[in-house]
């Protein structure tokens, strides 16, 4: 046979055994992506061709998608996905003729159709023929071979391209049943996934009563679901209307988002968490969040975020947010299911509230149960104010005018002059009379634990803290603090206590999470606060805070006139408790009573007559004036000349400065007095206009 015609036969053979390899190639390969691969280079040795796309028929049948493409490194790329209407292009022929098509220019033909000639790069002219992809008469695609050579196929090319698309339409039958079917799976086990996760958090819920245990068991649940990065839950404080972090679970991250500043929520923003409508938030609109939050959020490198409301019919309580440091990482489906989670988590979050609520009334009514028993326990000095005289009356007066107003008092007395009676008058004719009056004596209490007896303390925060303890502060929300001898506070606590008066926030002795509280403060001294803050020993602001309303209580023997209605009182109160049937007191002893120094003041009388009582054994009160004298021995004379030797030195520095009491020259400075303390001493030592 002539070698003329040995050529054809080995071509021919040579397409036939491809052939037979792209069939059994087909067969093989578990995706349409692999089958182009096998075709571009089985083929690629008979005909002359770049690259391999294949595109379907969409279902509505008026456009096709592109589901596989193969490529030379120098052929042009179009994106896998695209989905472009087919009418009156090169394919839309192909597949309604049902027959090859021959494409000259690809570069004039796609750029015919915007959606690809945004995405062409082409460096050279292509050419390309389209063949029609079918199966049992119905239409499925197209299968695409082009070239970087312009130049139709040969015949016998042809043929061969018509056979490899027959293969192709049944391995596409057979791989749009396996898709079809592996989508099933997929759908399958998301929809297991879903309810596996929401059966979680229904649990979750069901089984956590506290918050913080609720939301870190949810936020793990969430995060393997989605695959992110973190996952936060941020709730609406009721009386700063602030939104703060409640838990916050990143374990890959750097601890930027831990401390978000709080801030306050606004009207739109309330608004918009009721309507309880997830939100995708892309980068974009990242970058329109404020400052202090975009800086975070990049040095998390997170870019993209999911977020939920949480809410209920009373009203908004805070929001769920997911964020992934993978764009486009949140879909529609992820919010339906978003969705469903803050539905679950708001119920059982308005749960949780209410019985953190009922918990911290219960707790609260229980530590004030204590309280008032440790209370009742406690010995009172006397029960209620007894006189009558001026000095007592003024008093009263300024205890009538202070106590509705809510305003700090500072009580300054000598020991034993009843200023914790004054106190809590001013509590009872306050509105604050139905809360607690809570007492701290801060010289009673070692200083390094008059902090804990404040503020409160956690389990934990030292040693001997064996469990959690709320403090004075906590106890006395929305009622009156009275604190004692406020002088003995150490100057180390003098700043905490400031801010507690001022801002009526503070935190417990190893815990930093802030508390409020609505507290009125009354505080009370013997000693002379002016005094010490020359020394150093008092914090000037402190007493500005304190000295609102100061009150001076005068001591016993300022207002002699009310020692005999005081020892009625008592010997009644004292003998019935006793048992005794005292009838009268003799004048001589109520003489000796009345014109005694009393420096121990209320208090020291109180106990004298308990004495007396005990000593009584008829009718008459028997008093041991021998003791009494004695006491006045040693106490009376010292400070009535003491006194009438101050009295007569203001006096005549009063008439040396013609009645001026401030001012150059005055008295107050002839004597070295600031002029209130000048003033506080002649209204002690009764010193008038006529006695100057």
């Keep these: 046979m002539p070698a003329g015609e040995m050529e ?7 397409r036939y055994r491809t052939l037979l390899e792209v069939s059994g190639a087909i067969a093989s390969q578990p995706n349409l992506k692999a089958v182009l691969q096998s075709l571009r280079r089985l083929l690629s040795s008979v005909v002359a061709f770049d690259s391999a796309s294949l595109s379907l028929l969409s ?6 998608r592109l589901i596989a493409f193969d490529r030379s490194p120098e052929a042009h790329e179009v994106e896998v996905g695209t989905e472009v209407p087919y009418e009156g292009t090169a394919v839309g022929r192909a597949i309604g003729e049902q027959k090859p098509i021959y494409v000259p220019d690809l570069h004039a033909e796609l750029s015919r159709i915007p959606q690809l000639a945004s995405q062409a790069k082409l460096r050279i002219p292509h050419s390309a023929y389209i063949f029609p992809i079918s199966m049992s008469g119905k239409k499925l695609g197209a299968l695409t071979f082009a070239t970087l050579q312009r130049g139709q196929f040969s015949p016998e090319d042809m043929e061969m391209m018509i056979s490899v698309s027959s293969h192709v339409a049944v391995a596409l039958e057979g791989a749009v049943a396996r898709d079809a079917a592996e989508l099933h799976q997929r759908q399958l086990a998301h929809e297991r996934d879903r309810l596996r996760l929401l059966l979680e958090i229904n649990n979750q819920v069901v089984t956590q009563l506290d918050i913080d245990e609720l939301f870190r068991s949810a936020s793990s649940s969430i995060r393997k679901y989605f695959a992110n990065d973190f996952v936060g839950f941020w709730l609406i404080d009721k009386r700063s209307n602030q939104l703060e972090c409640a838990v916050l679970d990143f374990p890959g991250g750097k601890g930027f988002l831990a401390d978000i500043p709080v801030r306050e929520v606004t009207d739109q923003e309330v608004e918009k968490m009721r309507t309880r409508t997830p939100e995708i938030w892309s980068e974009q609109d990242i970058e329109k969040l404020r400052p202090a939050v975009l800086e975070r959020l990049k040095g998390e490198s997170i870019v993209a975020l999911a977020v939920a409301p949480l809410g209920t019919g009373n009203g908004p309580l805070g929001v769920i947010g997911m964020g992934s440091k993978r764009s486009n990482n949140f879909g529609q489906e992820d919010l339906d299911i978003l969705s469903q989670i803050s539905a679950q988590i708001s119920l059982a979050l308005d749960n949780a509230l209410a019985y953190g609520r009922l918990n911290a009334s219960r707790n609260r009514l229980e530590d004030e149960r204590l309280y008032l028993e440790s209370e009742i326990r406690a010995e009172c000095n006397f029960e209620d104010l007894v006189g009558k005289s001026a000095a007592l009356r003024k008093v009263l007066d300024q205890i009538e005018i202070v106590a509705p107003t809510g305003s700090t008092v500072l009580l300054h007395g000598e020991t034993g002059t009843g200023k914790e009676l004054i106190a809590r008058a001013i509590h009872n004719l306050s509105p604050r009379r139905d809360r ?24 934990g925060a030292f040693t001997g803290a064996l469990m959690q303890k709320r403090g004075r502060f906590e106890i006395a929300d929305r009622g009156t603090l009275f604190l004692d001898e406020i002088g003995d506070i150490s100057l180390e606590l003098q700043p905490k206590l400031l801010r507690a008066l001022q801002e009526q926030e503070f935190e417990r002795l190893g815990s930093n999470k802030t508390i409020h509280v609505d507290v009125r403060l009354i505080a009370a001294t013997h000693r002379d606060l002016s005094l010490m803050i020359r020394n150093n020993q008092f ?45 009268s007191i003799p004048k001589r002893a109520m003489d000796a009573l009345t014109n005694a120094a009393w420096p121990g003041n209320v208090r020291e009388l109180e106990n004298f007559i308990e004495r007396a009582v005990i000593l009584t054994q008829g009718d008459e ?4 004036l021998t003791e009494l004298k004695k006491s006045s021995v040693q106490y009376a004379s010292p400070v009535s000349t003491f006194q009438e030797a101050e009295r007569q030195a203001i006096i005549d520095a009063l008439k040396a400065a013609s009645g001026r009491i401030s001012g150059p020259g005055a008295a107050a400075e002839r004597l070295g007095l600031k002029r209130t303390t000048l003033q506080n001493k002649m209204r002690r030592l009764n010193i008038t206009k006529a006695d100057y």
């Design 59 to 64: 279902d509505n049948g008026n456009s096709v």
């Design 539 to 583: 914090r000037e602001d402190l007493f500005y805070r304190l000295n609102v309303f100061p009150i001076e209580i005068p001591p016993l023997r300022e207002r002699r006139e009310d020692i005999p209605l005081l020892v009625h009182y008592f010997v009644s109160r004292l003998s019935g408790r006793m048992q005794r049937r005292i009838k």
């Design 8 to 14: 054809p036969r080995s071509a021919a053979d040579g």
């Design 621 to 624: 009160l028997s008093v041991p």
């Design 436 to 459: 607690t009056f809570v007492r701290l004596n801060c010289a009673a209490i070692p200083s390094g634990l008059v902090e804990s007896e404040l503020f409160g303390h956690e389990k």
